[in-house]
């Protein structure tokens, strides 16, 4: 699942609120000018809500979740929808973390999200992030 989205903004709708972020459910994720697989997930309202989201084949290449269809279904996918996966990033004073217990996928063609948790002990909720390869 290698994220393909452009370089604007894709307004999304969340099938229910992001763990903690109730009762927001709208949200813009926008890529960050110049940082390959590095996004924006803000709050389209006045919360002032905001997270990064990376591309974890860029920043975490041996990730491979399995995506079950009752993930899916809780995204409300089609067969034929684009279905993308991205990791939470968070700043500790031990660096850059993510969790890949529980990403963030989104119908880009219904333009739908859910985070959802992974029944896979294989991914940690804090992974440390590394520098992507160069090419």
Known sequence: MTPTLPDTTMNLTFTAPPPGLAPIVDFALSAVPEAEGL????????AGVRLFLVDPSVYVPDYA???TDEHLDALG?????LVEAYVVATITDDGPIVNLLAPILVNVT???AAQVILDDSRWPLRAALVPPTAT
């Open 65 to 67: 979740p399995r995506i």
């Open 77 to 81: 996918s089609g067969p034929d929808d």
């Open 110 to 112: 219904a333009r739908t």
């Open 39 to 46: 996004y924006t997930l803000r709050d389209t309202g006045d």
